[in-house]
């Protein structure tokens, strides 16, 4: 936990010194104590803001888009796999690109905003979907709002070339990712599994001419 200070996003900054400010006026007009709630919230902010350095592995893996608890590993449709992680409010929420590539395509999904930890989010929940091409292969991950987060952000655009690990975007409280892999890559993690962004090996990629694909 110690780490976590060292680099915050400048939106948890501005939060930070608004609630900070409100703060002050607020002991101004009815004295330190009243101000309290404030405070605190603005000292959550920098923790939930928080933005880690982390260390990224190398070879022919697929790293965690974020910091979570994987609540789901199981088939979707006939040739993909699934990965979900869940992210609770305590989580540092910035996402990373789960391989080195292209970004071919980033398409935004109005939905709804139910808790992001229930299986219906795949799909229903307001949510980002970026495609990633390298290493020939193709891996889609998705941003996903959850109960309390209203906000995706996501600072690439289609053609950029990404490193694996490398900062994407944030996803404001709790939240979700989803990580759909094609048969080339093998599942590492298990539900129930906590995983770090950029850090944590979720697949590795099946050796050529294994038999699974390229």
């Not at 002050?24 to 919230?41: E, K, Y």
């Not at 992680?85 to 970004?103: E, K, M």
């Not at 930890?117 to 889609?140: A, D, I, P």
């Amino acid at each position: 936990m110690s780490e976590w200070f060292l680099v915050i996003v400048r939106d948890g900054i501005y939060y930070a010194l608004a609630l900070s400010a409100g703060g002050a006026v607020v002991a101004w007009l009815a004295g330190p104590w009243f101000a309290t709630p404030l405070w605190v919230l603005a000292a959550f902010c920098l923790y939930f803001f928080r933005d880690p350095e982390r260390e990224i592995p190398g070879g022919p893996v697929a790293v965690s888009p974020a910091d979570g608890k994987v609540v789901a590993v199981k088939a979707e449709g006939p040739a993909l796999q699934r990965i979900s992680i869940f992210l609770n409010i305590f989580d540092v929420h910035v996402n990373r690109s789960p391989i080195a590539g292209v970004i071919r395509k980033v398409q935004y999904r109005k939905g709804n905003f139910h808790v992001a930890s229930r299986e219906e989010c795949s799909e229903g929940n307001e949510q980002n979907v970026v495609t990633v091409e390298g290493g020939g292969s193709t891996v889609v991950f998705k941003q996903i709002a959850g109960l309390i987060a209203r906000r995706i952000v996501f600072t690439k655009q289609p053609g950029d070339r990404v490193a694996a690990g490398e900062r994407v975007g944030l996803i404001k409280f709790g939240s979700r990712t989803d990580v759909l892999l094609g048969p080339e890559w093998e599942i590492l993690v298990r539900t129930g599994q906590r995983v770090s962004g950029g850090s944590s090996i979720i697949a590795r990629r099946h050796p050529e001419g294994s038999g699974h694909g390229a």
